[in-house]
């Protein structure tokens, strides 16, 4: 798993490293099952302090993204596991309404908003699907 922390950025952190782990899984690159790094080992390989980490796992184990084992360490869950009901529907409308309401005011239309997000999806699906012969 390769994981950059740009500390310039003005995102927290914590959230950088959410987001490239969720991506991670997204394209196939971390499966359902694998372990992540200890809180400990991740820190030192970023270099970065062991409670962002941990943070990040903390969150991740919140959405049901990954499971936190004792003595086994954060396991990257199954989509099958995961509650994808109305409450996800929810929190995906109030995390995204803004950065559309934006893209709006700046003058994309909405069909140059759907090639926007049917792109990142075939970004995302189209690495998972490398490597896998079809």
Known sequence: MMI??????????????????????AKGDINPGDSLPSVRSLAADLGVNMH??????????KKGIIQIVPKS?????????????????????????????ESLVLGLEQEQIHT????????LKGSKNKGKKG
Not at 4 to 23: A, C, G, K, R
Not at 52 to 61: F, I
């Open 4 to 25: 950059q922390i740009e500390p310039q950025s003005d995102i927290p952190i914590y959230t950088q490293l959410f987001n490239q782990i969720v991506e991670g899984i």
């Open 52 to 61: 962002t980490v941990n943070k990040s796992y903390h969150e991740l184990e």
């Open 73 to 101: 360490g954060a396991v990257i869950q199954s989509p099958k596991t995961i509650d994808v009901g109305e409450a996800l529907y929810e929190q995906l409308t109030v995390q995204w309404r803004p950065k559309i309401a």
């Open 116 to 123: 926007l997000i049917e792109s990142i999806v075939k970004d």
